[in-house]
């Protein structure tokens, strides 16, 4: 079957956090991709929604995101937020200890770093994503692999980032209802980030589900990038199971990887979107997304 391209990529990364691109950039690389409505949805940080919309006018219709950071049973959980209030009290609120979490989780692993012979890591991360960035591992990974230490992002996590490697550090994000709570105070949509990622079994994932629909979550992404169509069917049906509305998103970072813009981005017929929301309407989405 030929590569399919949604023409909505709600789920996308600048060098506010650990994208690599610029907003700007992003923003037309998504146009010539043929994006019409693309969400920003930077780790724990709304910094590069101004200079994303500044550029998208004429070009696209940017949505403010955000993808925030939550522990359930211990398990990291990522919770996107679409169509937010940014200047609203609650996520400003939420932004702003989560910031002060990551720069202790960054300064820490570039200390470990260090140990692992990189020199001023923290800052050298630090240099290569925006001034103020949210520095997640994907910012670590992508310099390791810059200092010829790792061949791949992903071998930089299994050598270096991952729980129990080397340069590892845990940290008490808050809890999946806390995320909930302010997306949904700050006018936003809770969507429920990537459900296939994440190493739990089918009924763990069932609990997850249902936890997050008990704190008001509204939505799940069934549509990403490298998913198989059985992975996106079984989602599909659990997203119909739980009255959850259907999210897609690339988790684009980084041209040349295996998520790009708009690829692979399906849902299925049966399952109600997220761009029918009430809180979508003013983003005026057309009916069908092809
Ligand atoms: P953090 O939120 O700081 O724990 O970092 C998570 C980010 O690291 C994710 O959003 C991905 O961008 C990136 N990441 C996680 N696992 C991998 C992997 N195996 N290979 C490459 N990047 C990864
Ligand atoms: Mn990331
Ligand atoms: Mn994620
Ligand atoms: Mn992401």
């Known amino acids: 079957m030929a590569a399919f391209f949604s023409k909505f990529d709600l789920h996308t990364h600048s060098n506010a956090s650990d994208g690599a691109l610029s907003p700007t950039q992003l923003v037309q690389r998504a146009y010539k991709k043929g994006i019409t409505h693309l969400a920003l949805t930077d780790h724990d940080c709304v910094d590069g ?3 994303a919309k500044e550029a998208a006018k ?7 995101g955000a993808e925030l950071s939550t522990l359930f049973n211990n398990e990291q959980i990522h919770i996107v937020g679409l169509f937010l209030d940014t200047q609203a009290p609650a996520l400003k609120e939420y932004l702003k200890n989560q910031k002060i979490k990551r720069i202790e989780r960054a300064v ?55 729980k129990g490697k080397s340069c590892y550090v845990k940290t008490q994000w808050p809890d999946v209802s806390v995320a909930v709570k302010a997306i949904l105070e700050s006018n936003g949509v809770p969507v429920l980030a990537h459900p296939r990622r994440y190493q739990m079994t089918n009924t ?87």
Not at 58 to 64: C, D, H
Not at 262 to 287: C, M, Q, R, S, T
Request: contains cysteine; aromatic residues 12%.
């Open 49 to 51: 929604i101004n200079e």
């Open 58 to 64: 004429g070009l696209l219709t940017l949505i403010e």
């Open 108 to 162: 820490a692993i570039g200390e470990k770093l260090e140990r692992q012979g990189f020199k001023n890591a923290y800052e050298e991360c630090k240099k290569r994503a925006a001034p103020g960035a949210s520095i997640t591992r994907g910012n670590y990974a992508r310099y390791i692999v810059e200092m010829g230490r790792a061949q791949s992002a992903d071998e930089a996590f299994s050598v270096y980032l991952k």
């Open 204 to 290: 763990k994932l069932r609990e997850l589900i249902e936890y997050f629909k008990s704190c008001g979550g509204v939505a799940m992404e069934v549509g990403s990038s490298q998913m198989s169509p059985s992975d996106r069917d079984f989602i599909a049906k659990l997203c119909e199971k739980y009255s959850l509305l259907a999210s897609l998103g690339s988790d684009f970072h980084v041209e040349g990887a295996y998520r790009e813009l708009g690829y692979n981005l399906i849902i299925p017929d049966f399952v109600k979107k997220v761009w029918e929301h009430p809180l979508a309407k003013p983003y005026n989405f057309p009916k069908e997304n092809s």
